[in-house]
């Protein structure tokens, strides 16, 4: 065995206790690393699909219509006027189908599906809803958002005058899956319709309004023949999306809203607790890099006359570093191994201990190899440079004082 | 770099300590050793004998003068060919033996070449299993130093001393912590290696004894060689 490696070994066996503080400390840390990074990641994780699941990343819209005046100044007049906003119209996007094609061969997209999206009311008997009708291209839409996953009662079966409704919707309607509603358009055109599934996608705002019917239908109760007012895209990589939608309203000429710019305040939200869990993961190694540092410190101290009589018969500085850093990356892997298996233990009784009404975890935790490995990582990286300090300690020491006052 | 035949030429060597005051520990020592001498360097406390030691050693460096080991001048030397010229050329015997407790007897008389080298291999065992045989320590040579008594501690250190047959071996006060019974027997041992391997040993010591028992005696006295004599044998 190297000469470095068995005086390290032989130095934790003896000092037992010392090892096992360190140890304590390493694997204390890691464990509080890895619990808060898997709560964390798992919150988020499920705030971003629980907000995707409801939405696309990218939706494509006609640009705002804008007033232009007829009159304007000039350097040499000035004049005065008011300029209202123009109400907006439902419009549809110009070639369409060309543009689902063109933002489909974009990098980074995965599916685009034309959709109508306008405003309505669904009455049924006394009852009278606001709705948000939703004229879908039914194989394309569950490439967006796979609804069936997400009904509650009946299929998903749109056109020729059935539709899915929201479960909330269907709750204020007093409505079931072969019900039928009357639906008005804010165009107003009128049309009865048959429910023919029911869905719940966790997101009041859509459970409460949404009706998914044919692109057909919606064309017909929006007056728009052969158009759509919307192309939703998914992409593969969820964070790439508010890049992607510049890349797209660039290439299209269209409005790109990506769910990053939508859900501003959610993103800002995730940054925070980002942040909070960072700056909670430094305190926690510089504490650990602290108590590893104090510990081998004692050990240099215990042991400087010994170390002083390897340096007199002949062994190079740079060996006695070594056996300190090797000290402090050893305790860094077990204690980052015992603190991993602790961490993720206590997570996942976590996650099973709270539970909500329906039996799905409160707080679902992400435990991920890479949060293992760079968990691990961590912990080495910190050994070993918190064993810097006593092992350079350790090097310096001159032989003949240390032999003399131990 | 200068070259001498000698095992160890100490030349003109001043050793002063203090920067307002100086107080002059060694003042002028010259000393010079020959292959396969014995000799014991004795003087009262604070005579400058262990600042000699350490000096020889290459454990502390002259203020001025010179000294060569085996022919190399040891002025010069950076720490790292100090650190290598002290493995491979001098041997350490301490008052106190100084062995590492969490190793056993084999472990301790390997360190001097395994902290060197780095690993041990079937060359550097066999030379210290057989050293440790020759110290009469065969059947305890897996023991941990701390289950040793004294006087097999201290026959331990002289084999680490010498598991790498150098040219000169330091002891200081070998004996200074034996009872008179292995006081005598760590000096013979030393006595023999001396003769049947030629080692040079130079010997820091207060017992009339071991001096009586050595080739030569040098004296010291505030940091000057004061006497320099054959001893006769009797």
Redesign the interface.
């Given at each position: 065995m190297p000469f470095e490696w068995f005086v390290a070994l032989r130095y934790m066996r003896d000092a037992r206790g010392q090892t096992a503080l360190i140890f304590a400390a390493v694997a204390v840390g890691v464990t509080v690393i890895v619990f808060l990074s898997a709560l964390i990641g798992g919150l988020q994780a499920s705030l971003i699909d629980k907000t995707l699941g409801s939405q696309p990343h990218i939706t494509l819209l006609v640009p705002r219509e804008v007033p232009r005046p007829l009159a304007a100044a000039t350097p040499t007049t000035a004049i005065a006027r008011a300029t209202q906003e123009s109400p907006q119209r439902l419009r549809s996007i110009d070639q369409w189908p060309e543009v689902v094609v063109a933002a489909g061969r974009i990098d980074g997209v995965i599916a685009a599906a034309p959709s109508i999206s306008g405003a309505g009311f669904a009455v049924r008997g006394e009852a009278r809803s606001p709705i948000v009708v939703r004229g879908v291209d039914p194989e394309r839409f569950l490439q967006i958002i796979d609804i069936r996953e997400r009904l509650v009662a009946g299929r998903f079966v749109v056109g020729g005058g059935d539709v899915v409704i929201g479960a909330q919707l269907a709750s204020e309607l007093g409505a079931a899956v072969g019900d039928k509603l009357r639906v008005s358009s804010s165009e107003g055109v009128d049309d009865v319709v048959t429910i023919r599934g029911i869905f719940s996608l966790g997101a009041r705002a859509v459970d409460a309004t949404w009706l998914l019917t044919s692109l057909r239908h919606a064309q017909a109760l929006y007056a728009l023949p052969g158009g759509v007012t919307t192309i939703e895209l998914k992409v593969a990589e969820v964070f790439a999306a508010e890049r992607i939608a510049r890349q797209v309203a660039g290439a299209t000429g269209l409005r790109a809203d990506s769910w990053m710019t939508v859900n501003a305040e959610l993103l800002a939200g995730l940054s925070a607790q980002s942040s909070s869990k960072w700056l909670i993961q430094f305190f926690v190694v510089v504490a650990v890099a602290l108590g590893i540092a104090s510990v081998l410190i004692v050990s240099v101290v215990q042991k400087s006359r010994e170390i002083g009589i390897l340096r007199a018969v002949g062994t190079p500085r740079r060996r006695i570093v070594l056996v300190f850093l090797i000290q402090g990356g050893v305790l860094g892997l077990i204690g980052s191994i015992a603190g991993a298996g602790l961490g993720a233990l206590l997570a996942k009784l976590f996650e099973g201990l709270v539970r909500d009404p329906g039996g799905a975890p409160r707080f679902p935790v992400q435990l991920t190899p890479a949060l293992f490995l760079s968990s691990i990582a961590l912990a080495i990286g910190v050994g070993l440079v918190a064993a810097m300090i006593p092992a350079r300690r350790a090097s310096r020491l001159d032989p003949a004082t240390a032999i003399r006052n131990g | 770099m200068a070259e001498r035949e000698d095992v160890l030429v100490v030349d003109g060597v001043v050793k002063e300590y203090g920067d307002v005051m100086r107080t002059r520990a060694l003042d002028g020592v010259d000393l010079v050793l020959g292959r396969g001498e014995l000799a014991a360097l004795m003087g009262p406390s604070g005579s400058g004998k262990s600042t000699l030691l350490?000096i020889i050693?290459l454990?502390?460096r002259p203020t001025s003068g010179r000294v060569f080991l085996a022919g190399t001048d040891t002025t010069g030397l950076g720490?790292?060919e100090l650190?290598?010229t002290?493995?491979?050329t001098l041997g350490?015997v301490?008052q106190f033996h100084?062995l590492?407790?969490?190793?056993t007897a084999l472990e301790n008389v390997m360190?001097?070449a395994?902290?060197?080298?780095?690993?041990?291999d079937r060359e550097l065992r066999a030379a210290a299993e057989s050293i440790l045989e020759a110290v009469g320590l065969a059947d305890r040579m897996h023991y941990r130093a701390t289950n040793l008594s004294g006087g097999q501690q201290q026959r331990v250190a002289i084999a680490?001393a010498l598991v790498r047959r150098p040219a000169l071996v330091l002891a200081d006060e070998p004996t200074g912590n034996l009872d008179l019974a292995s006081s005598a027997e760590v000096f013979e041992l030393m006595r023999r290696f001396n003769r049947e391997l030629g080692t040079t040993v130079l010997v820091v010591t207060h017992d009339p004894r071991i001096a009586a028992g050595c080739d030569r005696v040098i004296e010291l006295e505030d940091g000057r060689v004061v006497a320099d004599r054959s001893v006769t044998p009797a």
């Amino acid at each position: 065995m190297p000469f470095e490696w068995f005086v390290a070994l032989r130095y934790m066996r003896d000092a037992r206790g010392q090892t096992a503080l360190i140890f304590a400390a390493v694997a204390v840390g890691v464990t509080v690393i890895v619990f808060l990074s898997a709560l964390i990641g798992g919150l988020q994780a499920s705030l971003i699909d629980k907000t995707l699941g409801s939405q696309p990343h990218i939706t494509l819209l006609v640009p705002r219509e804008v007033p232009r005046p007829l009159a304007a100044a000039t350097p040499t007049t000035a004049i005065a006027r008011a300029t209202q906003e123009s109400p907006q119209r439902l419009r549809s996007i110009d070639q369409w189908p060309e543009v689902v094609v063109a933002a489909g061969r974009i990098d980074g997209v995965i599916a685009a599906a034309p959709s109508i999206s306008g405003a309505g009311f669904a009455v049924r008997g006394e009852a009278r809803s606001p709705i948000v009708v939703r004229g879908v291209d039914p194989e394309r839409f569950l490439q967006i958002i796979d609804i069936r996953e997400r009904l509650v009662a009946g299929r998903f079966v749109v056109g020729g005058g059935d539709v899915v409704i929201g479960a909330q919707l269907a709750s204020e309607l007093g409505a079931a899956v072969g019900d039928k509603l009357r639906v008005s358009s804010s165009e107003g055109v009128d049309d009865v319709v048959t429910i023919r599934g029911i869905f719940s996608l966790g997101a009041r705002a859509v459970d409460a309004t949404w009706l998914l019917t044919s692109l057909r239908h919606a064309q017909a109760l929006y007056a728009l023949p052969g158009g759509v007012t919307t192309i939703e895209l998914k992409v593969a990589e969820v964070f790439a999306a508010e890049r992607i939608a510049r890349q797209v309203a660039g290439a299209t000429g269209l409005r790109a809203d990506s769910w990053m710019t939508v859900n501003a305040e959610l993103l800002a939200g995730l940054s925070a607790q980002s942040s909070s869990k960072w700056l909670i993961q430094f305190f926690v190694v510089v504490a650990v890099a602290l108590g590893i540092a104090s510990v081998l410190i004692v050990s240099v101290v215990q042991k400087s006359r010994e170390i002083g009589i390897l340096r007199a018969v002949g062994t190079p500085r740079r060996r006695i570093v070594l056996v300190f850093l090797i000290q402090g990356g050893v305790l860094g892997l077990i204690g980052s191994i015992a603190g991993a298996g602790l961490g993720a233990l206590l997570a996942k009784l976590f996650e099973g201990l709270v539970r909500d009404p329906g039996g799905a975890p409160r707080f679902p935790v992400q435990l991920t190899p890479a949060l293992f490995l760079s968990s691990i990582a961590l912990a080495i990286g910190v050994g070993l440079v918190a064993a810097m300090i006593p092992a350079r300690r350790a090097s310096r020491l001159d032989p003949a004082t240390a032999i003399r006052n131990g | 770099m200068a070259e001498r035949e000698d095992v160890l030429v100490v030349d003109g060597v001043v050793k002063e300590y203090g920067d307002v005051m100086r107080t002059r520990a060694l003042d002028g020592v010259d000393l010079v050793l020959g292959r396969g001498e014995l000799a014991a360097l004795m003087g009262p406390s604070g005579s400058g004998k262990s600042t000699l030691l350490n000096i020889i050693g290459l454990l502390d460096r002259p203020t001025s003068g010179r000294v060569f080991l085996a022919g190399t001048d040891t002025t010069g030397l950076g720490e790292r060919e100090l650190t290598a010229t002290r493995a491979r050329t001098l041997g350490f015997v301490f008052q106190f033996h100084h062995l590492l407790p969490s190793f056993t007897a084999l472990e301790n008389v390997m360190l001097p070449a395994w902290g060197e080298r780095g690993r041990v291999d079937r060359e550097l065992r066999a030379a210290a299993e057989s050293i440790l045989e020759a110290v009469g320590l065969a059947d305890r040579m897996h023991y941990r130093a701390t289950n040793l008594s004294g006087g097999q501690q201290q026959r331990v250190a002289i084999a680490r001393a010498l598991v790498r047959r150098p040219a000169l071996v330091l002891a200081d006060e070998p004996t200074g912590n034996l009872d008179l019974a292995s006081s005598a027997e760590v000096f013979e041992l030393m006595r023999r290696f001396n003769r049947e391997l030629g080692t040079t040993v130079l010997v820091v010591t207060h017992d009339p004894r071991i001096a009586a028992g050595c080739d030569r005696v040098i004296e010291l006295e505030d940091g000057r060689v004061v006497a320099d004599r054959s001893v006769t044998p009797a």
